[in-house]
Structures are given as C-alpha cells and as structure tokens.
T-cell receptor
Framework: GEDVEQSLFLSVREGDSSVINCTYT??????LYWYKQEPGAGLQLLTY?????DMKQDQRLTVLLNKKDKHLSLRIADTQTGDSAIYFC???????????FGSGTKLNVKP | EAGVAQSPRYKIIEKRQSVAFWCNPI?????LYWYQQILGQGPKLLIQ????????DSQLPKDRFSAERLKGVDSTLKIQPAKLEDSAVYLC?????????????FGPGTRLTVL
C-alpha cells in the first residue's frame, strides 16, 4: 500500500467525533473504501464512495472525497468504545480489479 | 449467507518448513484474493483468481509461494520453504464483481508465525 497513506494513530474521547484521513496517488481510482478491522478478525467494509462523488453520509459515518488533492476522510460522529479498531482506506483501479490498501489508522476511544 | 472460511486460524512453524492455508469463498463468488498482512501494515495482494484462472500474481514470491484454485471454488496457498519474514496474517477475500461497488468479503485470516 505504498500509494495509499494514512496516519497511524488517533485517540478520541467517547462521544467526540473522529476524523481519519487518507491520501492516494492514482487519479484513475474508481471506488474508494473504508474498511474496519477488529482484533483477530478480517476486514469489514464500512462504507465506500464512487470517485465522481464529493460526499457520502451513512448514519454516523461521513465520507469526504477531494479528488483534486486526492484526499479521502472518514468522520465518525458520536464515537463509541466499540468503534475502537484499525481503519483501512483502500482504492480500486483498472475496472475494479486491483485493490490497494493503506497501512491503517488505529483508533482508540477512551471512555 | 456464510462468510469466507479460512483454516487453520493459527500456525507456528520453524523456518525452512512448509505450510499450507485453505480458503473457501462465499458461494458463487468468482473472484478470490490472497493477501499478506504484516503486523502494522495494510493487506498486500499476493494473488488474484478469476474462477480457476490467475488474473494477477505479480507480487507473489514464486520461488517459495504457490497457490491454486482447482474447480474455481476452494483455494490453497502454500509456502515452501518458509522464511522468518513470512510471519504475517494471510487473508483470503472474495467478490462476485457483479455488484456496483465490488465489495470484497474477507475471511478471518490465518496467523503464521515462523520461528
């Protein structure tokens, strides 16, 4: 995932909003995704955004996409302790066939 | 629907030994991926199958890694001989590529420790 970059850690208090950021390099990316990984588990798709969209909202999750800056963010409103996990940004290229993942952001939610 | 199944969940071997991992994708999913996830990193694609054919194996260390997907369903990934740097979680994922956003469904992974 050297083409997809994320900050490594984020710590927030329960009830606050969390914002996880990601930058990517390939302008041909078709879809961008946010996956969640809990300890000992595989990755679970949280949400996705098509590359021609700027924003997508899904309950507590808001995804913002800035194509000009190749910047993607995930905002989690009213963060809960159950949101503590590693969050991966990913992009698909070449007609969805190839996926590239960032190195993940570990979100720690303090009670 | 049942998810992606992987076994074993954990494996500890000594370097130069061989090891094999098994994956059963979601029924009907034509595309299967094997990823290597080293601690602290994101998943890195090793090999991608479309049915029983290889689509992409450009990042598979072919001198020691091999994978097959006979009959286009189950898949096995083998390492022979293992090196210390192969210690990682090996994730299998599948997708049907027919969905509008191509969600990949991941199995729980096999954690390999090479001593």
């Amino acid at each position: 995932g050297e083409d997809v970059e994320q900050s490594l850690f984020l710590s927030v208090r329960e009830g606050d909003s969390s914002v996880i950021n990601c930058t990517y390099t390939d302008s041909s990316s078709t879809y961008l995704y946010w996956y969640k990984q809990e300890p000992g588990a595989g990755l679970q798709l949280l949400t996705y955004i098509f590359s021609n969209m700027d924003m997508k909202q899904d309950q507590r999750l808001t995804v913002l996409l800035n194509k000009k800056d190749k910047h993607l963010s995930l905002r989690i409103a009213d963060t809960q302790t159950g949101d503590s996990a590693i969050y991966f940004c990913a992009e698909s290229r070449y007609n969805f066939n190839k996926f590239y993942f960032g190195s993940g952001t570990k979100l720690n939610v303090k009670p | 629907e049942a998810g992606v199944a992987q076994s074993p969940r954990y494996k500890i071997i000594e370097k130069r030994q061989s090891v094999a991992f098994w994956c059963n994708p979601i029924s009907g999913h034509a595309t299967l991926y094997w990823y290597q996830q080293i601690l602290g990193q994101g998943p890195k694609l090793l090999i991608q199958f479309q049915n029983n054919g290889v689509v992409d194996d450009s990042q598979l260390p072919k001198d020691r890694f091999s994978a097959e997907r006979l009959k286009g369903v189950d898949s096995t990934l083998k390492i022979q001989p293992a090196k210390l740097e192969d210690s990682a979680v090996y994730l299998c994922a599948s997708t049907d590529l027919a969905g509008s956003y191509n969600e990949q469904f991941f199995g729980p992974g096999t954690r390999l420790t090479v001593l």
